[in-house]
C-alpha cells in the first residue's frame, strides 16, 4: 500500500471533506478508486466523511492501518528532497563529467551522489539525543557490565595495558595513532589488525600509501636479458611467450599481514630466504588462511582495500557498510586530504571530521595512523605552524583516544619504542608501553614493560 493510500485511508478516521483534495484519484490503486469514488458521492451528500466500519461494511473488506496525515506530508516532503538532491547531485557530478567525455569520472561522481544520498536522508541515530531522565535503568547495566568484565567490553588492543587503560575500542570511536614518519605506525595498525582477526572479529584494513597487491606486468611476454627472463628467470625463452610471472602479483600490504600472521621475519619473506622452520609456519598460516573453522581456528575475516580504490570518506563507508566490520583501521589516513580541494589543513580538518562522524553513523569503531606535525610526546616541534597546530588540536578534541608512538635517542639502537597516550575519553592519560620490534630479524611488536609516564 503506497503513502497516498494510506493517507486516504487516515481520513476515514478523523478527515475533512477538503482534505480530499489531497488525495489523486489516479493514483490510487485499482482497487481503492471504487471506495475513493463512495467516499467522495458520501461527502457531498452528507458533508462529512464516512467512519472506517461503514467503509468495511460497503465494501466487505478490512481497510489497513492508517497513518498520520502528518507522517504522511513528512514522507511526501523527505521523497521531494531526495528526489531533488538526486536530480541536483547526478547534474553536476554526472552529467557534466560525460559531456566532457570522461566517464570514470561520471562514474566516481554517481558513486558520490549516492553516498551523500544514504549519509543525508539516513534516519537520525538513536543514541544522538537523550533526555536525562530517561536510560536509567541501561545506564546502570552499563556500569554493572564494566565492573563485571574489568572494563573490557569493547574489542580489544593488541597490548593488554592499553585494552585495560581504554577499555577496548568502543562502537562509534575513534583512535589516532600518531607519529612523525618511519616510527613504525604501519606495522602497528598491521599487528593490532592482525591481533583482532585471530581473536575472531572481522576487520577492515584501509591503507592510503600501500596497494594490497601490486598490479600486473602490462606485457605478457618474457623479458629477456642475456639470454634469460628477468622475471622468471628462465633461460633460453622467447619474448613471444607467455611468461607464468605475468599471472603473479608481487605482494606489497599482504606481505606485512602473512609476517605478523605466520610469526615470520618480513624481510627474510620479502627475500624469499625463509629459514626452514619459518617456512613451514608460512605454510601452515596459509591453510588456516583458506578455512580457519576447519583448520580449528576461530578467525574472523579481513579485507584489505587502498588509495585510489577508496578516493573518499564515503567510498570507505560503502565499503565498510558492504563487508560490515567489526572494526576499521585506516593507515595513513590524511592521504584523502590531498583528494579535497581546499587548502590542506582546512582539507586535514575536513577529513577527520567526516572520518569521525562516518564512525559514529556505522557504530563501528576506527583507528586511523595520522603524521603528526609536532613531537607526539607533548615537546611542540619549534618549526611547527600555527596550522599545524591547530589541526593537532582538531584532531585532539574530535577522537576519542590519541595514542603517541616515538623512539627516544636512548632506545632508538635496540628497536624499542614507547606509546604515550595524549587522550583517553575522559582525558585520563594511562601509562606508557614500551613496545619493541626489529624489522629484518623478527616481527615483534609486544609489551616488554609498563611504567608510569617520565620513567
Not at 95 to 116: C, F, H, N, W, Y
Request: hydrophobic residues 35%; aromatic residues 8%; charged residues 25%.
Amino acid at each position: 500500500m503506497d503513502g497516498e493510500a494510506q493517507y486516504f485511508s487516515s481520513l476515514l478516521d478523523r478527515g475533512r471533506p477538503a482534505d480530499l483534495q489531497a488525495v489523486q484519484r489516479d493514483h490510487l490503486g485499482p482497487s481503492w478508486r471504487p471506495v475513493y469514488d463512495f467516499v467522495l458521492e458520501f461527502a457531498r451528500e452528507y458533508r462529512q466523511l464516512p467512519t472506517r466500519p461503514t467503509v468495511a461494511a460497503k465494501f466487505r473488506c478490512d481497510i489497513p492501518d492508517a497513518i498520520e496525515p502528518p507522517t504522511y506530508y513528512a514522507a511526501v516532503v523527505r521523497d521531494n528532497a531526495m528526489r531533488a538532491s538526486m536530480e541536483r547531485g547526478f547534474e553536476e557530478q554526472v552529467v557534466e563529467p560525460l559531456s566532457r567525455t570522461k566517464p570514470a569520472d561520471a562514474l566516481a561522481g554517481a558513486q558520490q551522489v549516492i553516498a551523500d544520498l544514504r549519509r543525508d536522508f539516513k534516519p537520525p541515530a538513536d543514541h544522538l539525543t537523550l533526555n536525562i531522565a530517561e536510560n536509567v535503568d541501561e545506564r546502570l547495566a552499563d556500569y554493572n557490565l564494566r565492573r563485571a568484565s574489568q572494563n573490557q567490553i569493547g574489542i580489544p588492543f593488541a597490548w593488554p595495558t592499553m585494552t585495560a587503560s581504554t577499555g577496548g575500542r568502543q562502537a562509534g570511536e575513534g583512535i589516532v595513532i600518531a607519529s612523525r614518519p618511519n616510527k613504525g605506525k604501519t606495522w602497528a595498525t598491521v599487528v593490532d589488525c592482525q591481533f583482532c582477526r585471530e581473536t575472531g572479529y572481522n576487520c577492515l584494513f584501509v591503507s592510503g600509501e600501500t596497494a594490497p597487491q601490486a598490479a600486473k606486468p602490462r606485457r605478457r611476454g618474457h623479458r629477456v636479458v642475456r639470454g634469460f627472463c628477468i622475471r622468471c628467470y628462465r633461460p633460453g625463452v622467447s619474448e613471444r611467450d607467455e611468461c607464468p610471472a605475468a599471472d603473479i602479483r608481487r605482494q606489497r600490504l599482504s606481505l606485512r599481514f602473512d609476517a605478523v600472521g605466520a610469526r615470520v621475519s618480513a624481510f627474510r619473506l620479502l627475500q624469499g630466504a625463509l629459514q626452514p622452520q619459518e617456512f613451514a609456519q608460512l605454510q601452515r598460516y596459509y591453510e588456516i588462511c583458506r578455512n580457519p573453522a576447519a583448520a580449528g581456528y576461530g578467525w574472523g575475516r579481513l579485507k584489505m582495500v587502498s588509495v585510489p580504490a577508496i578516493n573518499s570518506v564515503s567510498d570507505l563507508e560503502m565499503v565498510a557498510e558492504e563487508c560490515e566490520p567489526d572494526a576499521i583501521w585506516f593507515d595513513s589516513a590524511y592521504v584523502l586530504a590531498t583528494r579535497y580541494k581546499k587548502k590542506r589543513n582546512e582539507a586535514a580538518s575536513e577529513l577527520i571530521f567526516d572520518i569521525k562522524n562516518m564512525a559514529e553513523r556505522l557504530g563501528v569503531p576506527i583507528t586511523i595512523s595520522w603524521h603528526f606535525n609536532r613531537d607526539v610526546n607533548g615537546d611542540k616541534d619549534t618549526t611547527a605552524t600555527q596550522n599545524s597546530l591547530a589541526l593537532t588540536d582538531e584532531i585532539s578534541r574530535l577522537f576519542d583516544v590519541i595514542i603517541g608512538l616515538f623512539r627516544p635517542t636512548e632506545t632508538e639502537d635496540a628497536g624499542e619504542a614507547i606509546w604515550q597516550t595524549l587522550k583517553v575519553r575522559d582525558g585520563i592519560r594511562m601509562p606508557e608501553l614500551r613496545t619493541q620490534f626489529r624489522m629484518k630479524d623478527s616481527i615483534r611488536f609486544d609489551e616488554i614493560g609498563v611504567g608510569e609516564p617520565g620513567e
